[in-house]
């Protein structure tokens, strides 16, 4: 076996609604996020990452925007997608760690249930998964709450194929 990592990023803006999904939880806030799908940057920066840890391209290559079969889906199905082919090749994963920049909403309520949604949708135990916040101190287009950015790495556990 050998130990691969991968990283992602994803930023979504903000429009009229009354609640965002983030980290596979819907939380109460005065605007949502756009996107063809729940446009949940945290899943999308974590998909990413899985699938970077194993060379797999990226979500818009197994989940195509244009593609109407995923118009408002959950994005743990790209989740669960992206870990069903780690273990397609007879990997596990490690443990992954996302950070969510936002002014607001506030995250830390809900890191305990974004852990657990995660943790389902891998099926990994939630120690493996590290859910982490912080402001961009009012600064950009986070900072006057035009959007929402999240960052997030995995490592996994591979069979070595070379
Ligand atoms: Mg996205």
Redesign the pocket.
Known sequence: METRIGTGY?V?HFTDGDAVWLGGVEIPHNRRLM?HSD?D?AL?ALTDALLGAIGEGDIGIHFPPSDPQWKGARSAVFLRHAGDLVARRGGRIVNVDVTIVCEAPKIAPHAAAMQATIGEALGIATSRIAIKATTNEKLGFIGREEGIVAMASASVEVPRVD
């Open positions: 994803d979504h996107g446009a940057v999308h």
